[in-house]
């Protein structure tokens, strides 16, 4: 499998995982996909966090994760799966109010991010059962604890 993941860090925080960790995270997600993939992954702040959610789902504030499904009529397919947008500060936060480890969240919400750039997602209560079981495969796969607890919300 080819993939081509370009990783900007808008985010300078010392707590943003190793580009090695972020392409291990994102590989499990996509499975034994063969197609070639190409996506990007920009770790941000609470501010640009807040003007994307704004201006893309109408929701006030930062959050953790905003998955951007590549669109477009093109006469071949392309590669391109889309764009994950990643707010450090709220990932760590979620972590620390979570009581699970920093790493085993960033891992989950990369995964998550590519799991709705690949047409998943959690509307309804049976997608979001069918989201939460393969995300805790994957998860307990990379020996990761299974992410969601009676008081874990995704957003």
Not at 118 to 146: C, K, S, V
Request: include cysteine; charged fraction near 20%.
């Amino acid at each position: 499998m080819s993939i081509s993941i370009d990783i900007q860090r808008a985010d300078t925080s010392e707590e943003i995982p190793s580009n090695v960790s972020i392409n291990r995270w994102v590989k499990s997600a996509l499975g034994n996909n063969d197609d070639p993939v190409e996506l990007s992954i920009r770790v941000v702040g609470e501010q640009e966090s807040a003007e994307l959610n704004l201006r893309y789902r109408g929701k006030s504030g930062a959050t953790n994760v905003l998955s951007f499904p590549f669109s477009a009529v093109t006469p071949e397919p392309l590669p391109i799966l889309g764009d994950l947008v990643v707010c450090a500060p709220i990932v760590t936060l979620e972590a620390q109010q979570q009581h699970k480890a920093l790493e085993a969240h960033w891992a989950h919400m990369i995964i998550h991010g590519v799991l709705h750039l690949l047409g998943h997602d959690h509307e309804n209560d049976h997608d979001a059962q069918t989201m939460e079981i393969l995300e805790t495969e994957i998860l307990l796969g990379l020996n990761y604890p299974a992410p969601y607890t009676e008081t874990t919300e995704h957003n």
